[in-house]
């Protein structure tokens, strides 16, 4: 085939990647929510990647050359086909996405119909270890917060804080600890559990602030006895590391996104969610059918007790809505230590009975939970980078066969089809230039991780990701970026020598130009991982939201109070547009729905006023904090089209710089400004909850050993 095709028509080899294009450009036409239509889309992919898989089996293997040579073009087809295994399950996966809301509607509604005295009981534990107070102050009042009767809010302490105990006394949340950390969050929690004795159990990280209506829309899947865990998306109300570092905060989502809004959907449609650590809830009876608490074998307990359930019939159900928000890590130390968790964990289950390998599971739950994409991706990633070098400097090919009519008839083809058909089933959710660099950055400090846990996957301590003040921010991943601009300079330097016939490595030259595009991609990805590496300090502690509305200022001994607009606003201070105040004067802000706050006027140049509100607990920070982070201010999606977003991400090699660059999470409406609402009166204190515990619960919560701690 290959002397006819390199003596083809241009046409002819290029209508493969034609017809690509072309259907995948009509896909959307016919409606990407439709069944049949993503059976085409996933049909269309297989047609291709087979016609692939045909020549680069028969044609690319170096069957007759020395062993070295032949060894590693086997590696490289290994990790090829490893990858496509995993690209298979994902197509799988988003082959049948979901949407539970309209479930989720009916729920709400057969709860609204009910007296609410007859709405179930629900248990909220607040998992925490270490996190400051700045992190779990919104998460306690935003628990209390929730519209839902029948709830009793714990906090489940293993840091044993005696602060935090009386804070939580004084808001109304109940207390826990125990006299050790076995087992870290899992054991703590299962600690929580036999204290606690609602017939539903919600679980949130230190850092997730439930929205009002988080057990309102999600309570109601439980009408289906099968359902034993209900879960939402992780959602976010900073940056993180991709989009701070490369100042990319307003033109790409954050990186979870495509997992959440598109994977999770689709894995739900096959029974395949699993709990995801925080931002659910579990049916205690489920608990109870696995020995009454969560699976201890694994770092990741989370998606290890979703497995253990399925085990039993019962099913996770995931509900697509951003009905909790939290902290992305906040630094790349941060990150590293919640992505190495991750992969560990992932790894672990591996080796337990309960895990996708054990008895009692459907094929189908098997694949899905099998830990493929953290090893596929950086195995797959790391061998891009390091296929062209050996090439290079050892002229030994990764494939052979190869010549630019038979790549632009068969691998061109390949990698459109494989990436279009993610960007189309993902929803425009999926942006393969921001992940191919994130994705390249993380697996210098992942892979060794998963080789590690794959040859020991037990005895790896439980770290918590640093949260809020903890997390410091900033700082420089000094090893990953010594190792991109030692490939970057070492990837130029192969293309530099084999350039010229005098020094030239490589035997087949004709080979060189395909092999530079190849490097080019390879040194504009390095370039942008190595810039993720130098972390950007948020100067602000607390994270700022868009506010265009009318507020007050009064002066000190003013009857008369300043009218402004603001411009947004945080916990801890507002921006205002207008004038009339002095730099360092003492000051009284009043904000509709929330009262009246003492501040300092900090600046107050060009029309703008910066006031920073007093540290002091009081009535009115807390409903300040509730109305930023429970009443939906900040539940927008972002949303950004595939091209735009990936013109930032490129325009990032232009623009590079390490400047720290201010200014607000979002800018005011640009639209006319509204008139000038009125102003509410200051509105009482929130209401404080009461505990209410069965009377066999409480017996056995007053009688806990000397060892732990208990306050209700």
């Known amino acids: 085939m290959l002397p006819a095709l ?33 059976i085409g889309v996933v049909a269309g992919v297989t047609l291709v990647a087979a016609a692939y898989l045909h020549w680069r089996l028969t044609v690319t293997l170096p069957w007759g050359a020395s062993w070295p040579a032949l060894g590693f073009a086997l590696l490289c087809l290994g990790v090829e086909l490893f990858g496509l295994l995993d690209a298979a399950i994902l197509y799988a996966a988003l ?64 840091g044993r804080r005696a602060w935090l105990r009386d804070y939580c006394m004084t808001k109304g949340a109940g207390y826990i ?145 951003p009905l909790a928000f939290g902290l992305a890590p906040e630094s790349l130390d941060a990150f590293f230590v919640q992505r190495s968790r991750w992969a560990q964990g992932a790894i672990q289950i591996l080796f337990l009975k309960s895990g996708p390998l054990g008895p009692g599971h459907r094929v189908r739950h098997r694949l899905f939970f099998l830990p493929t994409a953290w090893l596929s991706q950086a195995l797959m990633l790391i061998t891009a980078l390091v296929a062209p070098l050996v090439f ?38 999926y942006y393969p230039v921001a992940a191919q660099v994130l994705g390249t950055f993380q697996s210098f400090r992942l892979l060794p991780v998963i080789l590690k846990t794959l040859v020991k996957p037990h005895g790896h301590g439980f770290r918590v990701t640093p949260k809020g003040s903890d997390a410091a921010g900033g700082g420089m991943q000094t090893g990953i970026f010594l190792a991109c601009a030692g490939l970057m300079l070492a990837t130029l330097a192969g293309l530099l020598v084999n350039a010229l016939p005098d020094t030239r490595i490589v035997a087949q030259g004709a080979l060189v130009p395909m092999v530079a595009f190849w490097c080019a991609i390879n040194i504009v990805v390095l370039f942008l991982a190595a810039m993720l590496c130098f972390g950007r300090p948020a100067l602000r502690g607390e994270e700022r939201f868009a506010l265009d509305e009318a507020v007050a200022v009064w002066r000190r001994g003013q009857r008369e109070a300043v009218i402004t607009r603001g411009l947004d606003v945080s916990v801890s201070g507002i921006a205002l547009a207008g004038d009339g105040v002095t730099e360092g004067e003492p000051v009284r802000v009043r904000l509709r729905g929330v009262g009246s706050l003492d501040g300092t006027v900090v600046r107050c140049v060009g029309g703008r006023i910066g006031i920073a509100f007093s540290p002091a607990a009081s009535p009115a920070r807390d409903r300040l904090i509730v109305q930023l982070f429970t009443g939906g201010m900040n539940s927008k999606r972002l949303e950004i089209g595939l091209w735009a977003a990936t013109l930032a991400v490129l325009q990032r090699i232009l623009t590079a710089d390490l400047q720290v660059q201010a200014r607000p999470l979002a800018q005011p409406p640009a639209s006319p400004r509204a008139p000038l609402p009125v102003l509410l009166p200051d509105l009482p204190p929130l209401e404080k909850r009461t505990l209410v515990l069965p009377p066999a619960r409480r017996a056995a919560t007053l009688s806990h050993g000397a060892g732990d701690d208990v306050a209700a």
């Not at 992190?135 to 306690?140: A, D, M, P, S």
């Not at 033109?251 to 699993?274: K, N, T, V, Y």
């Not at 007790?305 to 039993?312: D, F, N």
């Not at 290079?392 to 494989?418: E, K, N, R």
């Open 177 to 321: 600890t125990r006299p050790d950390n076995e087992h870290a969050k899992a054991g703590n929690i299962n600690h929580a559990l036999k204290v606690t004795g609602a017939p539903f159990v919600a679980v949130f990280d230190a850092d997730f602030v439930p929205q009002r209506s988080f057990l309102k829309r999600s309570m109601g899947l439980f009408d289906d006895p099968a359902i034993g865990i209900v879960q939402v998306p992780h959602s976010f109300y900073n940056h993180d590391p991709l989009q701070q570092n490369l100042a990319l905060r307003d033109a790409l989502p954050d990186d979870q996104r495509f997992f959440f809004e598109a994977i999770m959907p689709g894995r739900d449609g096959w029974d395949a969610a699993f709990c995801c650590g925080s931002n659910s809830i579990t049916r205690r009876a489920a608990l109870d059918a696995i020995g009454g608490g969560l699976p201890a074998g694994s770092i990741t307990e989370d998606m290890l007790l979703s497995l253990a359930l399925l085990q039993k019939g019962f099913v996770t159900r995931y509900l697509n809505e």
């Open 95 to 158: 082959l049948k996405r979901t949407d539970r809301s309209g479930e989720a509607d009916a729920g709400e509604a057969a709860l609204a119909a009910r007296p609410r005295a007859q709405w179930p009981a629900v248990d909220l534990i607040i998992a925490t270890y270490n996190e400051p107070p700045e992190v779990l102050e919104k998460t306690i009042l935003g628990a209390l917060a929730l519209d839902w009767p029948n709830l009793n809010v714990w906090v489940a302490d293993d």
């Open 6 to 38: 390199d003596t083809a028509p241009a046409l002819l080899v290029a209508a493969p990647l034609l017809l690509t294009i072309a259907a995948l450009l009509a896909a959307p036409l016919f409606g990407m929510q439709r069944p049949a239509t993503r």
């Open 392 to 429: 290079l400097y050892l002229d030994v090919p990764p494939l052979v066969g190869v010549t630019p009519q038979s790549a632009i008839f068969f691998l061109v083809p390949m990698v459109v089809a494989q990436v279009g058909g993610i960007v189309l089933l993902g929803g425009g959710r």
